[in-house]
């Protein structure tokens, strides 16, 4: 079989965007079969779920994504990628696996194998889910939407993890939420155009725009609780072709960040509320249009489920797990569990090189100095990332497994 070392590079040098992972699902279900695994392809998208059934027992889901980024990679590795595809815009684009997810695809093979391997040691299903487009956070909607739960075993338990610029060798974990919602919106603002030296004939989107972006910062400032958590941000302003044309519309992009539901519905409820005042405030003869473009529910690891995957590293791989607080980033992890009605967890797996991180360094202040995940210098190191990476799977499936 080809080593896992060689997969990692090949998946580096050959990444593939949201939605086109078909070469990558390729290796996927090739090595899924050769290792004795029933697999499944084609599933909301380019999904590839590998089974294997090993007398009676629970069942684990263990899933890692596939999907790379539209960034051109800057690290300077003679395995570094220089792809280009045609995005979801219909534009060329160069393409980077900027988040770890060739990483996540290789330690789930490595875990596959060894699950093969050592049957002896558990009883019950691994069902290991290859999981597309989790850059959009559509796939694992699209998997479910695809009759995951009716094709498959249903899970017990479903565990996944996250390469993460921390000490190669550790892995980090929280109980609770620990990734935080996201929803990705986009407002467009109608006004009235006209010529720019006369404004009086005009509702101008551009001022509504203004207007609208300074009152949404009020949200976290003045309706969210000291005690809770939330970040509203506007990434993307358009409006207008020239100086002197006061345009018809503008339109903001914008991302929310939420860790409890009643806070994330009280931030979408009151984009809508300022959105729409701000617009009848200028006299706009139509009110905005706000469209969801995706959006993900918080991770939120089980408290119990969590306790039993720290347990069981600590038995099998020692002391390699570190509590951490929450992050603000987002996934659709956690569409799984819900859906299947099950626990969850999942942690973050070290990737960078340990001896950064030796006394006398102070652990924040490298990583504050580290390539972070999206970044076009972001790549963890090979090993030991993908020998902890796969065995940290394993022992976290063992704990129900047994």
């Known amino acids: 079989m080809t080593d896992l070392k060689d997969i990692y590079i090949d998946l580096h040098r050959h990444p593939e965007l949201a939605g086109q992972e078909e070469r990558t699902a390729g290796i996927v279900a090739a090595d899924l079969t050769e290792t004795g695994y029933e697999v499944i392809e084609h599933i909301g998208g380019h999904g590839v779920v590998g089974i294997l059934r090993n007398n ?23 395995y570094a990628s220089t792809a280009h595809a045609v995005d979801a815009d219909g534009e060329t684009v160069p393409v ?40 959009n956070l559509s796939g694992a909607r699209a998997m479910i939407a695809d009759d995951l739960l009716d094709r498959v075993p249903r899970p017990d338990v479903v565990l996944g ?81 020239k ?61 119990d489920a969590t306790a039993k995957v720290v347990a069981s590293w600590t038995e099998r791989l ?5 509590p951490v607080p929450p992050g603000t980033g987002s996934e659709d992890f956690g569409v799984f569990g819900r859906a299947a009605g099950v626990p969850s967890v999942y942690w973050f797996l070290g990737g960078a090189d340990p001896k950064l991180f030796a006394p006398p360094a102070e652990l924040m202040k490298v990583l504050a100095e580290l390539p972070s995940n999206h970044s076009a210098e972001y790549a963890p190191v090979i090993e030991p990332t ?12 063992k704990a129900w497994l047994g």
Not at 212 to 227: D, F, H, K, P, Y
Not at 318 to 322: D, N
């Open 56 to 78: 009676d027992g629970p069942v684990v889901w263990l899933r890692a994504d596939m999907d790379a980024l539209p960034v051109a990679e800057n690290t300077g590795l003679d």
């Open 96 to 135: 980077m696996h900027a988040c770890g997810h060739d990483m996540h695809v290789t330690a789930l093979i490595g875990a596959a194998r060894d699950l093969a391997a050592n049957r002896d040691d558990w009883s019950g299903t691994v069902v290991t889910v290859f999981q597309p487009a989790e850059e």
């Open 161 to 241: 993890q996250h390469v993460a610029p921390g000490p190669a060798g550790m892995v980090f974990y929280k109980p609770g939420p620990i990734l935080a919602a996201s929803d990705a919106l986009e407002i467009t603002l109608f006004g009235k155009g006209g010529h720019g030296s006369r404004p009086e004939t005009t509702v101008d989107p551009v001022v509504m725009a203004a207007s609208t972006i300074m009152r949404l910062q009020t949200i976290v400032s003045r309706e969210v609780a000291a005690g809770d958590q939330a970040v509203v941000t506007i990434g993307v302003v358009e409006a207008g072709t």
């Open 243 to 303: 100086n002197n044309i006061i345009p018809e519309t503008a339109t903001l992009k914008m991302s929310v960040r939420t860790y409890d539901p009643d806070v994330r519905d009280s931030v979408l409820a009151s984009i809508t509320r300022i959105v729409n005042a701000e617009a009848q405030a200028a006299g706009a003869e139509r009110m905005p249009e706000i469209t969801t473009l995706y959006g993900a529910p918080a991770t939120v690891n089980d408290d």
């Open 318 to 322: 020692g002391p390699i797990a570190l």
């Open 386 to 397: 993908i020998t902890v990476g796969a065995k940290a799977l394993v022992a976290a499936a």
